[in-house]
């Protein structure tokens, strides 16, 4: 069986490049050991989201 994971990651903006590097590492090692797929079928998307762009309570997280 094929195995082919796309994982999207949607967060704040305001991480370094160093860090979203650890985060797709991270995450396509913790796939790759719980889906048995192999690293190179692993995809993951970054989506970073502006503050103003992200509400939680009616309140956008550049507000508070």
């Known amino acids: 069986m094929l195995i082919m994971p796309i994982i999207n ?3 704040l903006e305001g ?4 860090q979203l590097k650890d ?9 790759e050991k719980t889906t048995g797929a ?5 995809h993951v998307v970054i989506e970073e989201m502006r503050k103003d762009h992200y509400a939680v ?8």
């Not at 985060?23 to 796939?31: D, F, I, R, Y």
């Not at 192999?38 to 692993?42: D, F, G, M, V």
């Not at 309570?57 to 508070?64: A, E, N």
């Open 9 to 11: 990651v949607k967060l």
């Open 15 to 18: 991480r370094s490049d160093e």
């Open 23 to 31: 985060l797709v590492t991270e995450v396509t090692h913790a796939v």
């Open 38 to 42: 192999n690293k190179e079928a692993i």
């Open 57 to 64: 309570g009616g309140v956008r997280k550049s507000d508070q």
